[in-house]
């Protein structure tokens, strides 16, 4: 079934920018909800942002709003998020996740998830 694959971490400076992308081969992509969330050193895993099946709905953490972005590609089957302005704090293994229908913030209400991308933001 679904399985997100994400790709596009790295190590970056202070308000520097980078672009994560998160990829399935699910055939009914289109009918899930993504969102992405991170883990940090020492802290509990955190929900970062989610968008809606068609992309007309998100909703961000108030600690990367105006900072992140997240879109998606239904044709793709591929969902983004663009991290700008980038601090130290967002330093984290970031982890792409879906689940049917309805979007949602807490880890709980996801089905899949991906392995994780490293960010390393250095100040």
């Known amino acids: 079934q679904v399985q997100p694959v994400e790709s596009g971490g790295g190590l970056v400076q202070a308000g520097g920018s980078l672009r994560l992308s998160c990829a399935t081969s699910?055939?009914?992509?289109?009918?899930?909800?993504m969102a992405w969330f991170r883990q940090a050193p020492g802290k509990e895993r955190e929900f970062v942002a989610t968008?809606?099946?068609?992309?007309?709905?998100?909703i961000y953490a108030d600690s990367v709003k105006g900072r992140f972005t997240i879109s998606r590609d239904n044709a793709k089957n591929t969902v983004y998020l663009q991290m700008n302005r980038l601090k130290p704090e967002d330093t984290a293994v970031y982890y792409c996740?879906?689940?049917?229908?309805?979007?949602?913030?807490?880890?709980?209400?996801?089905?899949?998830w991906g392995q994780g991308t490293q960010v390393t933001v250095s100040s």
């Open positions: 996740a879906a689940r049917p229908y309805f979007l949602g913030t807490r880890s709980d209400d996801y089905n899949y």
């Open positions: 699910q055939r009914t992509f289109s009918s899930y909800a």
């Open positions: 968008i809606s099946t068609g992309g007309g709905n998100t």
